[in-house]
């Protein structure tokens, strides 16, 4: 009935914002400013409801990361690295680095999954190469802590590639997630079994919670990072309410992903930045909200020619031309660069809201981050961040993952061209939102592929067994 409750209070807001999307891509900006309004207020009334158990699902919510980093640190901190079991992670993927973090990320879930303590190799990343430093095998800790204080040699009696967790082989070296055979039930967007009914009650993006809570603990900053991330900080004057915007352009542009102008994110920045206003007036606060961006993107020209005329209508945008001039493909693999990349997104991660095009994995991993926030202040701060985005083209995917399925709970007849047919029960793969009230997908039962009502299914949530969550064998 709890699980219930929570999963229908979500829904409830989820719906609105489809039916929002579904209005204002077809009326007029004048019938859509009372519309607004209308859907702002009732946003409002769902923030009243959700307050009534907040206590209950942060201390919940924080028992269940707890839980998550002991086991990771337990799991990454063995006490005989000589006989422990291990699987090897090469940090040498020849892309950029969120693509990176994520392959990183998906060594860990595995390594949970296989209960394996987790090596990464990474002299070979291209990252910092310039930065080697003498009689280290890492470039990794010039900006991030070590994955283990007393596990570092991915040495072994036994070795060999993966072919399924085999218990007699002591050092199992991972490929990338493309390549992985045989394919095991545990790759995204799979999440633990043993957590899932928790998870499921407490988090709007279960997934999106779990591989969060593995970030964090993979980009756990080093001394250096740290004092860089808090000194430009604070020379950003980075302070809250802030929504992150991230445009993503140069080499993405026409190859993986389309043009935006930064007016379609504008769009959504004034969109959240109404409600906050309708909000305090609700709460009955005077103050005005100032309306804070923090910009971050690979193309430098945005803050000569764009924000202009968003300056002018009273937006004030932080961040720095020169952190774009570091993220061109001329210079991205740089120290400094890579510094500013970790720097973007964890700003990012610390935005109330995120308004970018999840097609990136910069903005993914922001997103992820960001999930993690809240459980360690005493301070009434939101705890489930799933619903703090607006994507401008994809939904949050993992790369490589498995099949991503919905579940009918309303039946649809084709309307327009374009539509599927669907029964109560049908699992429908989604591939994407187009964000006007309708989602793309396949029905797997019919094999009929086109739009649907988003509000027409849920999410079918895929659980996996996670040996690092059992209980030692006695
Ligand atoms: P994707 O290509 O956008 O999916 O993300 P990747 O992280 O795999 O590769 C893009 C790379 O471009 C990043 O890792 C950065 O090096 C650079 N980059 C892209 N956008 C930004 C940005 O907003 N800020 C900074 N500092 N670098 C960026």
Known sequence: ALQTF????RRLAFNINELWHHLRTRLNSSQMSAIN??????????????DRDYEWRKSELRKLANYLNRKINELQNPKDCKTAQK????????????????????????????QRTL??????????SQRVRKATNSRWDLVFQPLSDTCLDDSGSTRSHWRGNDRHVQVIELPIIDSLRPRPPFLPLAIPEQLSTKLQTLHGDPFVWFIGQIVRYIMRPSKEMQAYLEKSKTKLNFKTPIVGVHVRRTDKVGTEASFHSLSE?????????NRIDLFNERLQKQEKVERLVYLATDEPSIWTKEVKKYQNLGYKFIGDSGIAKTASLGNRYNFDSLKNIILDIWLLSECDHLVCTFSSQVCRLAYELMQTRGLDTKAKTKIDWSDAFNSLDDIYYFGGQSEHNQIAVLSHKVREKDEIN???????GIAGNHWNG??????????????????????????????????PEK
């Not at 669907?422 to 429908?428: N, R, S």
Request: one cysteine or more; charged letters at 20%.
């Open 422 to 428: 669907f029964k109560v029960g049908d699992i429908i």
């Open 119 to 128: 090596i990464l190799d990474s002299h070979s990343w291209r990252y910092a």
């Open 6 to 9: 929570e999963a229908s209070r």
């Open 265 to 273: 994110y504008m769009y959504f920045v004034e969109d959240y930045y």
């Open 438 to 471: 309708y989602s793309k997908g396949l029905n797997r039962r019919t094999l009929e592929s086109g739009l649907y009502p988003g509000f027409k299914t849920i999410e079918q949530v895929k659980t996996a067994f996670f040996k690092v969550f059992d209980e």
């Open 37 to 50: 309004e209308h859907r702002n207020n009732l946003l409002f009334e769902i923030e009243q409801i959700s």
């Open 87 to 114: 699987l090897v992670c090469q940090l040498n993927k020849g892309c950029g680095f969120g693509c990176q973090l994520h392959h990183v990320a998906y060594c860990f879930l595995s390594a949970l999954a296989t």
